[in-house]
């Protein structure tokens, strides 16, 4: 009986299991620290912090080629060579973010401007975190493609407990603008992100050889490419919005949009563990449809839940989160849900197939994404208006993604 317990008691200690734990942890506070910005800072000045908070979206959506790049190829080498591979990685990610942060520091004039922001300072802060950033995200490729959970789950936790406790504090205590402060709350986050960090030998390592090198090549250029569709689909709709509206009425959007991705943080959970499952299990000669299939219903059921709370009680929902200054945005907070929520299925099969080495739903979704820039653009009379494009072209995105994958197992 004893043995059975303690049994039970390991089970629960799975390391998967643990991180879907951990994740919703950082997913809870992720939230709260929009919340609380939210609340002390006002729809106006919340919607200068939310650039922020999109900016270290996108930032996460660039590291995340990265990232996925490292747990894709870290299983395929052994010893010395993974090391090598390893050391590969963190120089292009160094690299990769001090270009972008160069560029990011040089045009923060510009962005201030057509962001209509009150302080260009706030970018240049968040640039010189983009390097680290991009060295974090290689860190936590080697802990997924792993596997080794724990230590993955330790990353999200340090980089969302320090910029929220830190971002408060710098808030309470310093005399400066508040979007500078965010920013740096920000950027100091991702130092403990950092951590812990695998320590390499860098001495004598092997080489990797030619077609290896392609290989990795190729499947960095395709990710990151679809890492820019989900750029222009999950974050598009905020830069432009905040361009082309008023900043009071961009703050009531960010507040929508930070409600409605809570279908789309979901997903991002399991997504972390289908890529290694589904890599293994190919590597093994083993039918990863069960993978795919497991997946998509645990995202719709939860996803599902989300939007069907914020269709009964979206007046109720804002209320509670955000305060009364945001209840102008109610009567669209269940269908940029739903839409939330087609995005996040259709991204499913996404990395599904990249897993497998397979690129079409990346050009679909690439595609989707500049059709959903350009519409937006066009048509921006009001925030249901911008809402319903995506909803509409969304639910188009996810009925293609479909449509290939009964073509490829017809």
């Not at 929009?34 to 800072?41: G, Q, Y």
């Not at 959506?61 to 990685?89: C, H, I, N, P």
């Not at 249901?384 to 996810?398: D, E, P, S």
Request: proline content about 2%.
């Amino acid at each position: 009986m004893i043995a059975l317990n303690r049994l039970r008691i390991r089970s629960l200690f799975v390391p998967a299991r643990v991180f879907m734990v951990s994740a919703m942890l950082v997913n809870a506070g992720n939230y709260l620290y929009n919340l609380l910005l939210s609340r002390i800072l006002g729809p106006a000045r919340f919607a200068d912090a939310a650039i922020l908070v999109t900016f270290l979206l996108v930032l996460s959506f660039v590291a995340m080629t990265l990232q996925l790049t490292v747990a894709k190829f870290t299983g395929s080498f052994e010893d010395g060579r993974k090391d090598t591979f390893l050391s590969l990685a963190r120089k292009w990610s160094l690299w990769t973010g001090f270009v972008i942060g160069v560029l990011v520091f040089v045009l923060a004039e510009s962005l201030a401007g057509w962001f209509q922001t009150g302080s260009a300072w706030m970018f240049r802060i968040f640039a010189l975190g983009i390097p680290i950033y991009f060295l974090m995200s290689v860190n936590r490729g080697n802990f997924q493609g792993e596997q080794e959970f724990l230590k993955l789950s330790f990353t999200y936790q340090a980089e969302m407990f320090s910029r929220l406790l830190l971002s408060l504090l710098f808030l309470a205590v310093l005399p400066f603008g508040s979007s500078e402060l965010v920013a740096l709350g920000i950027f100091c986050s991702f130092i403990p992100g950092l951590l812990p960090y695998k320590k390499l030998k860098l001495s004598a390592l092997p080489k990797m050889n030619i077609s290896e090198v392609a290989h990795l090549k190729k499947f960095l250029l395709v990710t990151a490419f679809y890492e820019l569709t989900q750029i222009l689909i999950n974050n598009g709709d905020l830069l432009l919005v905040k361009h082309f509206f008023e900043a009071e009425t961009a703050g009531l959007y960010a507040s929508v949009a930070l409600i409605g991705r809570g279908v789309y943080f979901v997903a991002w959970m399991f997504v972390m563990l289908l890529l290694p499952e589904v890599v293994r299990l190919q590597r093994q000669g083993k039918n990863t449809n069960d993978v795919l299939f497991k997946h998509l219903f645990n995202i719709s059921l939860l996803g599902a839940a989300i939007v069907l709370v914020t269709y009964i009680f979206p007046e109720l929902v804002i209320s509670m989160l955000f305060g009364d200054a945001y209840l102008e945005a109610a009567d669209i907070l269940w269908k940029y849900a739903l839409a939330s929520l087609l995005f996040a299925l259709a991204n499913i099969f996404v990395y599904y197939f990249l897993s497998l080495d397979r690129y079409v739903p990346v050009l679909l979704s690439g595609i989707m994404g500049l059709v959903q820039l350009l519409a937006i653009s066009y048509w921006h009379g009001s925030l249901a208006a911008v809402v319903h494009i995506q909803l509409l072209l969304m639910g188009v995105l996810l009925l293609l993604q479909v449509w290939f994958f009964f073509y490829r197992n017809k």
